[in-house]
């Protein structure tokens, strides 16, 4: 019940494929969070959560709290973060209001960090508390955080076509990235350069 396929994880980074679940078909935007299940997906897809996981806690979940209010303050979130993202890329500043949002969403802890004794000494393990889907916000809103704090802001880019509105953090040796993908932009722009090349030739 949880279709994963839809997603686009080239971000290379959780806030990034975050911001990527609005993506763009036939230069229309087009929304992957159209329900609950989808953003349980979601979680499933960047191994947020497990798949065991996401079925017992849909149904939970769906019994304790209001989906669809649930829903629209996630996208509420997305679309801050998209704002965000454009905002980086563009080289312009950072509002008093993006941080505020990204600062409520760090308020409401994820989870504890428990110590274990291990055969060795002792270990530290971070359980994720899952009473609320508020919760996974967080690790998105963490990611954000510490994508400000320590990424390189040149190499937050999004892809080159026209028609595309994903992002992706370029990790690239030369970081000189262009596309989401290969596959879904890369290619057309090839082709379309390689016969725009094929018809002039034809024309001189
Ligand atoms: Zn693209």
Redesign the pocket.
Known sequence: MFETEKFSLVGNNLFLDFVNTEKARDGQPFETLESFADFVAWTVAVDLITREQAADLFEKWSGQISTVKFLQETINFRNDLRNLAENISGKVEISEKTIDSINERLKKQSGFTVLEKVENGFEKLFRFDLSDPLKLLHPIAEAVADFLCYANFDFLRK?E?AA?V?FFYDTTKNHKRR???MK??GNQAKAAAFYKRKKQAAEN
């Open positions: 892809c076509s595309c994903l596309w989401c993908s879904a932009c």
